[in-house]
């Protein structure tokens, strides 16, 4: 049986390190942009991402996502970026987090 390659989704601060990631205020703000959406910060900024991706898509979460990991699945990685990749999920303490199904 072929096991399925799994992923443990960090958060963007290694991508942002390497170059390859935004923010996630300005990946809202990009989102909201292509929902015509307004985002209002005094309200917006006191709720967690997740919450803010919701108002930002006017509630079209499946389709905004969907969208979204398109744009990451197409990101290109240098050499240099693909080793420093590997060098972080070959650390000891990720090898803790491994879930048998």
């Known amino acids: 049986m072929k096991e399925n390659n799994r992923v443990l989704f960090v958060g963007n601060g290694i991508a942002m390190q390497m170059g390859i990631a935004e923010k996630w205020d300005t990946i809202i703000k990009d989102i909201a942009k292509d929902y015509d959406v307004k ?3 005094d309200t917006n900024n006191y709720l ?9 898509t006017n509630d079209n979460v499946d389709k905004a996502m ?31 987090l491994h879930i048998k199904k």
């Open 48 to 56: 967690p991402n997740n919450m803010q991706i919701v108002i930002a």
């Open 66 to 96: 969907a969208e979204f990991c398109e744009k990451l699945k197409a990101i290109s990685l240098t050499d240099e970026q693909k080793i420093f990749g590997k060098k972080i999920l070959s650390l000891v303490v990720l090898k803790l």
């Open 39 to 41: 985002l209002f910060p």
